[in-house]
């Protein structure tokens, strides 16, 4: 069966800092996969889509970029953190046209 | 691009049916989906409609009108675990990937 792992679960950064979430998926190929953001009491909103390795496409301009150096990994990345940064950041995956499946999601804090 | 609209809050009450409608305009489209989400968990996959009509699973049901742009998540039987929030979202085409509308918070009343 496929799962996904997203980590870690929460996070407290300085404004400044770096970030480096990672996603990967198992039990399947070739994965569409997605980073978004839900900042608190707002909708999720699409940050990064990739359908292949080295393929990202970014919705939002913004300090944050990622990269799918894998088949199964999808990393979100930025080199210095805004306070406006935080949020609770989910990474999906899908098969083609079919539901996303998410991971548990990182809870990021600028601080 | 995709736009995404529905309802911001409803409350509705235990043993009740509700309809969270869902709008939506796309530029290319593959699909519509019905997430919940419970507060600082993950979305779950409630349901799918690419075709016009609906979808019954269990106590929910989806209904699609692509010629309208239109969609619905029909909640049967509400149960107090029902409390929280849906999210609307469509599949767009080509490297539009899957846009959700910003989420109805549905409270459950006893």
């Known amino acids: 069966s496929q799962t996904i792992h997203q980590w870690p679960a929460t996070l407290v950064q300085p404004v400044g800092s770096p970030l480096s979430l990672e996603c990967t998926v198992e039990g399947t190929s070739n994965p569409n996969l997605y980073w978004y953001r839900q900042a608190a009491g707002r909708g999720l909103q699409l940050l990064f889509y990739?359908?292949?390795?080295?393929?990202i496409s970014s919705e939002v301009p913004q300090n944050l970029s990622a990269s799918r150096p894998q088949d199964r990994q999808f990393i979100l990345s930025s080199k210095k953190l805004l306070l406006s940064d935080s949020g609770f950041y989910l990474c999906?995956?899908?098969?083609?046209?079919?539901?996303?499946?998410f991971g548990q999601g990182t809870r990021l804090t600028v601080v | 691009g995709q736009n995404i609209d529905q309802p911001t809050e409803m409350t509705a009450t235990e043993g009740a049916i509700v309809q969270i409608n869902c709008t939506y305009q796309t530029s290319g489209f593959n699909g519509l989906f019905w997430y919940q989400q419970h507060a600082g968990e993950a979305p779950t996959f409630l349901s799918y409609?690419?075709?016009?009509g609906l979808e019954e699973k269990g106590r929910f049901s989806s209904f699609l009108s692509r010629s309208k742009g239109y969609s619905y998540l029909l909640l049967k039987e509400l149960q107090m675990k029902d409390s929280a929030s849906y999210l609307c979202?469509?599949?767009?085409?080509?490297?539009?990937?899957?846009?959700f509308g910003k989420g109805t918070h549905l409270i459950i009343q006893p």
């Open positions: 409609n690419v075709l016009d």
């Open positions: 990739s359908v292949g390795i080295g393929q």
């Open positions: 979202a469509s599949l767009g085409g080509g490297a539009d990937g899957l846009t």
């Open positions: 999906a995956w899908s098969v083609q046209d079919t539901e996303a499946f």
